[in-house]
């Protein structure tokens, strides 16, 4: 009876190990949810000429540790562009990046900047674009290689809400929130 008894909690700990693993998969988002959205991103003609935005890094547990203001500017030749990025931190670090960004069929882009490892790989579909990539993170503790799940939304003509997951060996460490707004054009 003991050997039959012990059988079944090591079936039921199998069985309770599955079920959650199972379950956890089912509430992530597809980028190809959002394909009947409209109106349809255009990284092109959002990201072209002058933008701003807001945003803030929270830490694993929700608290915001950093507020930060950037100044952007996009261009574009065919399918290529370019987004020069000047971010000012609350406690007055100055930071800058310049995206290399390339369209590609079916919705699809890459990306390259300086602190951005290998290529980073984007799909839009609808109102959103997801972005993933691996980021050296340099901070006073040191540099740590991280990877982002980038989700931009476009929520007006001129306004993108931008959510990124960052995640250090599979878990989430942080995440950033960020307000992108087109300046109007004269």
């Known amino acids: 009876m003991q050997m039959l008894m012990s059988r079944f909690i090591g079936f039921t700990k199998v069985w309770l190990l599955l079920l959650i693993l199972g379950l956890s998969g089912c509430g992530s988002v597809d980028i190809y949810d959002y394909s009947a959205s409209e109106p349809k991103l255009d990284l092109q003609q959002f990201f072209n000429g002058e933008l701003q935005a807001s ?16 100044r952007m500017t ?13 971010f000012e931190y609350d406690d007055g670090e100055l930071a800058e990046r310049t995206w290399q960004i390339t369209k590609l069929a079916d919705g699809r882009y890459q990306g390259r900047a300086e602190d951005i490892l290998a290529v980073a ?17 340099k901070l006073d503790s040191g540099e740590y290689q991280v990877h982002f799940d980038d989700w931009m939304y476009q929520t007006a003509p001129d306004t993108i809400i931008n959510r990124s997951e960052i995640r250090k060996w599979g878990l989430t460490v ?9 300046l109007e054009h004269k």
Do not use: P
């Open 55 to 70: 945003g803030m890094v929270e830490d694993y547990s929700g608290q915001v540790v950093r507020r930060f203001n950037v």
């Open 121 to 137: 790989e984007g799909q839009a579909e609808g109102f959103a674009l997801r972005w993933r990539y691996d980021m050296l993170l």
């Open 74 to 86: 996009g261009s574009w030749q065919g399918n290529q562009g370019v987004l020069k990025e000047w």
């Open 174 to 182: 942080g995440e950033v929130t960020l307000v992108i707004r087109r």
